[in-house]
């Protein structure tokens, strides 16, 4: 989660699925034994590298003639669309591609427009 939202000194639960956070008194009882002490880094970490990830998976700045989010998706305008890595692109979290000519939609669920607004920003 970019905004941190997720992270918490009183953190009890976290659903990963939706991206909630269930806060309680803060008893460390309450916390998941198997969820590692570091999570909230390694959550900040990974949502940092995706805007970077999908726009070197997407043939770099170079190639993108336009970039926006929509609702859970990217849609990219690219110089050429025949260039783009779909594997980089689930590697870095998409969870699909769809590719039409050289206008590209990956979907990368419900922060599509925080990932296009920090792909711009890198433009």
Known sequence: MSDGAGC?????????????????????GNRRSNEPQDLCEKETAMADERPEKILAALGGA??????EGCITRLRCELH??????????????AMGVVKLGAVVQVIVGPEADTIASDIEDLL
């Open 8 to 28: 918490s000194a009183e953190r009890t639960g976290v659903n990963h699925r939706y991206g909630f956070v269930a806060h309680g008194g803060g008893h460390a």
């Open 62 to 67: 170079g190639n993108i003639v336009e970039i």
């Open 80 to 93: 050429d669309g025949s260039i783009i890595d779909e594997a980089a692109l689930k590697q870095a979290g």
